[in-house]
């Protein structure tokens, strides 16, 4: 490797310098308030672990993304966790195992084996929000409508979106069209691609039911307003109950949502099934016309802590700090800067400090070194007082 070459970071994981960090540390600190104040308790689980605990229940999806390591001390495997959400789980189930709603937030760094999209970041600032010990429909609109405050906190309120979506229809309708798993697969496949020719290719290659192979071509085309929920009762008459039910609580979903928020756009996708091996009801993306890609996502993942001895309902939403920042019209205040002049005096240390006190930056002067050139103001002696003056 070429001198030059050891100083580039590897291929997408990024750095912020100060006036980035300065704004990411800003909303981080705004977003934790505001989850205080929703009675969310912040938690900060360590960056690695033993690879087993990272990949235990819904951390299994997360495998090939998680970078892994060999514990020196133990010789056991570790890994670096790629979602902080598995971790929050443990943390509920077995360290907490409160009874009763447990609200919990967090924000840390993650790392990526792989980057999500082509232009993503390999170690995002995820943040986010869970609530566990909830089975009913308020503990998803309490967690969305958290997802929504946290975008408006970011400025985005006026241009934002939600999609909404239940793993109940697709399951519901799975009952029905009796599918082998690789059958289930290639058709999850299709439905992630809204690939509409070859899924006519595919059901046709089935000899299904007419009613069932009719379910199974509309699913990816129920996409839209509100309007695709009366649609899917028209075509879903004759599926299973638990169907109906998933349209039915996306209904009654969306009704609590526009009370909260009435201009909030809403868009239904009921072949949306992002991460459709853990999520076992409603699941929600925030969007804005700005970036192609969901800026929040969640969703419900019931039982989700089985695998660490405590089944527990939950529900919860996560974000890309680093990305919502970028997507923040705000911008950060100027710091007021204040130079101090090199003097052992103690009413001069006595100002410095309350200074500092109120906020303001206060940097002394270094022997032959300019340091004026980040500074606002400075302190100068007056009357035997030292005062802020304009530089």
Known sequence: MALADRWLLPEGVQELLPSQARRVEILRRRLLDLYEHWGYELVMPPLFEHLESLLTGVGRDLELNTVKATDQMSGHLIGVRADITPQVARIDAHRLRESGATRLCYAG???????????????????????????????????????????QVVGLEHELSIDLGHVGVFTGLMEIAELT??????????????????????????????????????LPRLNGGVEVLSRARTLFAEAPKRVLDAIEY??????????????????????????????????????????????AKGGRYDEIGRDFGRARPATGFSADLHRLVELSKEVASSLEVVLAPVEEDASLLNKVKQLRSEGVCVIYALSGVESAAKCTAQLVRCNGEWIVSDL
């Open 109 to 151: 760094p993650v790392v990526h084996a792989m980057p999500a999209q082509p232009l993503a970041s390999r170690n995002p600032l995820q943040i986010g929000a869970e609530l566990y010990g909830h089975s009913g429909i308020e503990s998803d609109v309490e967690v969305i409508s958290l997802m929504v405050e946290t975008m």
């Open 250 to 295: 996306l209904q009654q979903l969306a009704d609590r949502i526009a009370l909260r928020f009435p201009e909030l756009d809403q868009y239904f996708d009921l072949s949306e099934l992002r991460g459709y091996n853990y999520h076992t009801g409603v699941v929600f993306a925030a969007y804005t016309p700005a970036f192609g890609q969901a800026i």
């Open 181 to 218: 798993d690789q059958q289930q697969d290639q058709y999850l496949d299709i439905l992630s691609r809204k690939a509409l020719p070859e899924l006519e290719v595919f059901v046709a290659s089935l000899d299904a039911q007419p009613i069932i192979a009719q379910c199974l071509l509309a």
